[in-house]
């Protein structure tokens, strides 16, 4: 599901549309191509926000590497990156639902 959100950048409007979607198992493909999918409609490379526990499969699945989720960064909330997009921790979400934004 996308919904739209309305920025005014300079007297210019941008268009960014928000991408949720639920993974049941984690799915490195189907997440890889939901986050290439969102920096084609949108020009820019979303933050990632899931919950703990799908945070720590995907911690399991991608493994500690420069490229994949590397822990937390308190200072900034941050859990890491995956392919070079920030992750979020959003305890809201259930196992498996990611938002892209």
């Known amino acids: 599901m996308s919904d739209?959100?309305?920025?005014?950048?300079?007297k210019?409007?941008?268009?960014?549309?928000?991408?949720?979607f639920k993974i049941t198992n984690i799915n490195i493909d189907k997440l890889?191509?939901?986050?290439?999918?969102?920096?084609?409609s949108n020009q820019l490379s979303p933050y990632i926000f899931m919950?703990?526990?799908t945070i720590e499969e995907l911690?399991?699945?991608a493994g500690y590497?420069?490229?994949k989720v590397w822990g937390v960064?308190?200072?900034e909330g941050v859990y890491g990156t995956y392919k070079g997009?920030?992750?979020?921790c959003d305890e809201e979400k259930g196992f498996g639902e990611v938002e892209l934004r």
């Open 65 to 67: 590497n420069p490229d």
């Open 59 to 61: 911690i399991k699945i």
């Open 51 to 53: 919950n703990s526990d």
């Open 32 to 40: 890889n191509k939901k986050i290439d999918e969102f920096q084609v």
């Open 85 to 88: 997009n920030k992750i979020f």
């Open 73 to 75: 960064m308190e200072q």
């Open 4 to 10: 739209p959100v309305h920025l005014a950048i300079n």
């Open 12 to 20: 210019v409007e941008v268009i960014i549309l928000i991408n949720s």
